[in-house]
């Protein structure tokens, strides 16, 4: 059963003292890299990093994200732990948001509650997009419980699958509360 489920949008309004965004630090890495060696997380996310074993390779790509000045990058803190990150890029010229929240923090609302308080707190530009395997459900839902559509579908090499799939293409115009 999927617990993300009983995350409705009554509960994006929630403010839980054990959520937090905070700016990334460098001590963050080390738990980003840990958490996204999870074969099943990485399946998930399917475009991942070639080799997400390749430790010098993922500091140096967050070494670029940290020095982007167009994206927006936070650490998610549940209870005082990082439970993973949420960020903007720019993807053929149009902002992207991303998350990883690592295994332990699934299930619980917290990648849906991270979300949206990045996006009304953090990163205010509208229309942003979003892309996610077409398989992964529950990433596909914590998109549409912050207001995302589907504004279409695309196809993408992913690093870990070894093949093309299938992808949906979101697109966020406002928040549910805008």
Same mark, same amino acid.
């Given at each position: /059963?999927?617990?993300?489920?009983?995350?409705d949008?009554s509960? &994006?309004?929630e403010?839980?003292a054990n959520?937090?965004?905070r700016? !990334?630090i460098?001590a963050?890495l =080390? !738990?980003f890299?840990?958490?996204q @060696?999870?074969?099943?997380?990485v399946h /998930?996310?399917?475009f991942t %990093?070639? +080799? =997400?074993?390749d430790?010098?390779?993922? @500091?140096?790509?967050w070494r670029r994200i940290l %020095?982007? =000045? *167009?994206?927006?990058?936070r650490?998610? &803190?549940c +209870? #005082?732990?990082?439970? #993973?990150h !949420? &960020?903007?890029y720019?993807?053929? #010229?149009k =902002?992207?948001?991303?998350?990883w &929240?690592g295994?332990t923090?699934?299930?619980?609302c917290? %990648? *849906?509650?991270? @979300?949206? $308080?990045?996006?009304?707190?953090v990163?205010? *530009? $509208?229309?942003?997009?979003?892309? !996610?395997?077409? +398989?992964?459900?529950?990433?596909? $839902?914590?998109l549409?419980?912050?207001g995302?559509v589907i504004?279409?579908?695309?196809?993408?090499f992913?690093?870990a699958? #070894?093949?093309?799939?299938?992808?949906?293409?979101?697109? @966020?115009? $406002?928040m549910?509360?805008e």
């Open positions: /059963m999927n617990k993300s489920q009983n995350c949008a509960a &994006l309004s403010s839980p959520l937090h965004l700016e !990334v460098e963050d =080390p !738990v890299f840990a958490q @060696l999870d074969a099943d997380a /998930m996310a399917a %990093a070639k +080799d =997400p074993a430790e010098a390779a993922f @500091l140096a790509h %020095a982007n =000045p *167009t994206g927006s990058v650490t998610i &803190l +209870d #005082g732990q990082v439970a #993973g !949420v &960020l903007r720019e993807e053929d #010229g =902002p992207e948001v991303s998350y &929240l295994r923090f699934w299930g619980r917290i %990648a *849906t509650r991270a @979300l949206a $308080r990045f996006l009304a707190e990163e205010a *530009t $509208r229309p942003i997009y979003a892309r !996610v395997a077409k +398989d992964n459900l529950g990433s596909r $839902r914590v549409e419980k912050c995302f504004i279409g579908a695309d196809k993408g992913a690093n699958r #070894g093949a093309e799939i299938e992808e949906w293409l979101l697109k @966020l115009d $406002r549910r509360n």
